[in-house]
């Protein structure tokens, strides 16, 4: 039985408007929808006026929602002009990616020397979701998008070192807006299972260099899949006229 509910799971992850706390939560987590499903594009320019008509709400909640997003580095204000969706900066993304591929790999060499690796707890619940037989691995792309992040954040959450697992967190919200991308493609959901399956045996059995190796190449390969489909959604998004 998958015990979703001991993965590490991010607020964030499981808000959905229908059961976001106020308006302004509601509007913050609609637009962001937006610009993770390429509805808004990078660079785009709007005003509070455009989005208080489009998702007809007062400008109150607008502006808290995004004022949340700009905080988050989402969105950019820009005197007299409005707003702008933060253009795409791979540069930014790799660098951010680097330091995901530190954190996770410490995370993995530390998790691997404890004396109680606690294989019942966040691992045993990471066994239940990827060490499945192939007729019940999760097929639905979003769904496994959320599941991947909850496996890398639950990796160094184990680690029991929380100062590090925040960082972690903090790392994964930034990336998360192409990182999803990558299962848009069923061959990167097949191959997620494979490679999370791998890390995981190897980490549950203390093979720290090995579990190491793996992931640096598990993220590698995930960076370059995102680019590649990030390039090809803008330019497919703007051949079609979104935004």
Request: aromatic residues 6%; charged residues 30%; hydrophobic residues 45%.
């Amino acid at each position: 039985m998958m015990r979703l509910e001991s993965v590490q799971v991010s607020p964030a992850m499981r808000q959905s408007p229908a059961l976001a706390g106020t308006l302004a939560d509601q509007v913050y987590q609609r637009i962001k929808d937006d610009l993770f499903d390429f509805r808004m594009l990078p660079g785009e320019r709007f005003t509070e006026a455009d989005l208080v008509v489009r998702l007809g709400v007062s400008r109150t909640p607008v502006r808290l929602g995004l004022v949340r997003l700009e905080r988050e580095g989402f969105v950019l204000a820009r005197p007299r002009s409005g707003w702008q969706v933060r253009p795409f900066d791979f540069e930014r993304f790799e660098a951010l990616y680097d330091v995901r591929v530190v954190l996770e790999q410490a995370a993995v060499d530390k998790l691997c020397s404890l004396e109680n690796m606690d294989e019942a707890g966040i691992l045993g619940a990471l066994k239940d979701v990827w060490l499945v037989p192939l007729p019940q691995r999760i097929l639905d792309g979003r769904l496994v998008a959320q599941l991947d992040e909850a496996f890398h954040c639950s990796l160094v959450a184990a680690a029991g070192n929380p100062e590090m697992a925040q960082i972690h967190r903090d790392v994964t919200e930034k990336i998360r807006i192409v990182r999803r991308l990558d299962f848009t493609k069923d061959f990167r959901v097949d191959a997620t299972y494979e490679e999370h399956a791998a890390i995981l045996r190897a980490v549950l059995a203390r093979r720290a260099d090995e579990a190491q190796r793996m992931l640096r190449s598990h993220i590698e390969m995930s960076k370059a899949e995102v680019r590649k489909i990030t390039l090809h959604m803008l330019h497919e998004a703007r051949e079609n006229g979104v935004g």
